[in-house]
């Protein structure tokens, strides 16, 4: 099984910045997997954010976060990271931490794990 477990949500004034992380464990876990982030406001589907390959060499972004959130990756800490910067309150939502053969946009179904998610508030 694999584990993934998000940290760093809260809440932040608009224009803040906030830093999420995920750490993934289990005995089939592999580095080789992708690993992004998705995210689902009240009311909405969940909707894909960011994702990095496993080397970190691709990454892909919502439109709408581009120039303001950076994922990146430890591969030896088995960690995903998303830099979030110049907050809105669009960015509300709880963010999951997503990870496996296939992550990407309009791929919510193929995804293999999530983690619980961490809820993210931005405050006008």
């Known amino acids: 099984q694999v584990q993934l477990v998000e940290s760093g949500g809260g809440l932040v004034q608009a224009g803040g910045s906030l830093r999420l992380s995920c750490a993934a464990s289990?005995?089939?876990?592999?580095?080789?997997?992708?690993m992004g982030w998705f995210r689902q406001a009240p009311g909405k589907e969940r909707e894909f954010v960011a994702r990095?390959?496993?080397?970190?060499?691709?990454?892909i972004y919502l439109d709408s976060v581009k120039g303001r959130f950076t994922i990146s990756r430890d591969n030896a800490k088995n960690t995903v990271y998303l830099q979030m910067n110049s907050l809105k309150s669009d960015d509300t939502a709880v963010y999951y931490c997503a990870a496996g053969p296939t992550v990407g946009p309009s791929m919510t179904r193929e995804v293999a794990y999530w983690g619980q998610g961490t809820q993210v508030t931005v405050s006008i």
């Open positions: 289990g005995r089939t876990f592999s580095m080789y997997y992708t």
């Open positions: 990095i390959t496993w080397t970190g060499s691709s990454t």
